[in-house]
């Protein structure tokens, strides 16, 4: 049922006018942010939960 | 646009804030009765004089500009577009018509289309009046001031009324050197200029990397614009009004804005300080509006405070919720890590 309405929601919003195409250029800089230390909004994480993102995933 | 091709569909996306910041100025405030009584700052520094008319103790008069800013994604948008800070984005020019002061204000809206391209080529709208208790309702800070001394006050008033009347239209690519097409603060330059004052010092565009993808995706070739904020410089203020917020909260605010701006160097994306979302739009990222909030709830208590040491609080907050900012540490890192 949720999903239902879900569905219903999004082709009522994908039929509104106004409806554009954002570019990729235009998306690349406006929808994905950058890691800690190159982004002035960001805070560097802690040291240990840096070196713990460092570490490569065990399989 | 070539890269319309590769593009992607989006209901609402940053680009969209152009068409957004007029409708967010628009509001979607109740209407209630105005006075200190149910406006957290309600300011009044103006003396009334024998033009003055006392709207609500407010000594108003044909002539005086209003400017404001609503502290949301799309006005912080708006205002990183531009390389300085200025506290308001938008301006418009009071008249007192028939008893009653109104607001002349250009207003940009957003035209239904099922055309491709950006939005700047989707927005119609124009010059518009409301009622300066309307404008005081729906706006998030409001400053009124007198215009430099010597402005002929009938001329500017007759100059937005004449502008009505002509149905001026917005320009949404903020072309200034094309005055049959207005933005706000153009407008309200050209009706003091009509009045024998010319406050046009504008601001060239920021020259921050995302800032130019997204003019150049929205076709807006202008070097500069006519910043909100200059064209008050010179102007005295006769007011201050904030529905929710105190004046030290208001002041608070306008340093969160400059901190924002100033770590909004170059190489900067537009992406680190405002997000997008399918269905909800333009917002802030988490961490600019965590410090927002955090500065917000601590101002509540700051009244007491010089502005200096307003801004040293904000900026220790910005440190404690964003990182540390020093310009020059960060280019020569960034100079180090490139060699």
């Known amino acids: 049922m949720r999903r239902s ?55 | 646009m070539p890269s319309l091709l590769n593009g992607r569909r989006l209901r609402l996306h940053l ?23 149910t406006f957290t700052t309600w300011q009044i520094e103006g003396q009334p004089d024998e033009s003055t008319l006392l709207f609500r103790g407010i000594p108003v008069r044909t002539g005086q500009i209003v400017a404001s800013e609503q502290g949301s994604p799309q006005s912080i948008f708006l205002s990183l577009l531009v390389a300085d800070n200025y506290r308001f984005v938008h301006t418009g020019i009071i008249a007192i018509e028939d008893g009653i002061p109104v607001v002349y204000e250009a207003n940009g809206q957003i035209q239904a289309s099922f055309g491709g391209g ?8 124009g010059l518009r009046r409301v009622t300066l208790e309307s404008f005081l309702n729906k706006q998030r800070f409001i400053a009124i001031y007198d215009p430099p001394p010597g402005a002929d006050r009938e001329r500017i008033g007759r100059f937005a009324h004449d502008s009505l009347a002509a149905g001026l239209p917005f320009d949404s690519y903020f072309n200034r050197e094309d005055p049959t097409k207005v933005y706000c603060s153009e407008f309200t330059a050209l009706a003091l200029a009509a009045g024998g004052v010319s406050p046009r010092q504008v601001s060239p565009v920021n020259p921050n990397a995302s800032v130019a993808v997204i003019l150049d995706w929205l076709e807006i070739t202008t070097p500069d614009i006519i910043p909100a904020g200059a064209i008050i410089a010179d102007a005295t203020r006769v007011g201050l009004f ?3 917020h105190t004046p030290a909260q208001i002041e608070a605010y306008f340093d969160v804005k400059a901190e924002l701006h100033r770590r909004f160097t170059p190489e900067q994306k537009l992406g680190n300080v405002l997000r997008f979302s399918m269905l909800r739009g333009l917002k802030f990222q988490p961490e600019v509006q965590g410090f927002m909030q955090a500065v917000n709830t601590a101002a509540a208590s700051w009244d007491k405070l010089p502005p200096v040491e307003v801004d040293q609080r904000v900026r220790a907050l910005a440190v404690e919720q964003l990182g540390p900012f020093e310009p020059a540490r960060l280019a020569n890192a960034t100079d180090a890590g490139q060699r």
């Open chain 2, 15 to 37: 680009p969209a804030a152009v068409l957004l910041a007029a409708s967010a100025l628009l509001g979607g405030c109740a209407t209630t009765t105005l006075g200190p009584g």
């Open chain 2, 242 to 244: 904030s529905r929710l």
């Open chain 1, 5 to 59: 309405l879900i569905t219903i929601a999004a082709l009522l919003l994908a039929s509104l006018p106004g409806c554009i195409h954002l570019p990729a250029s235009v998306a690349a800089v406006v929808e994905q942010s950058d890691p800690p230390r190159t982004n002035n909004f960001l805070r560097d994480p802690p040291p240990a939960q840096a070196a713990a993102n460092a570490k490569p995933v065990e399989r």
């Open chain 2, 118 to 125: 950006p939005p700047t080529r989707h927005i119609g709208g």
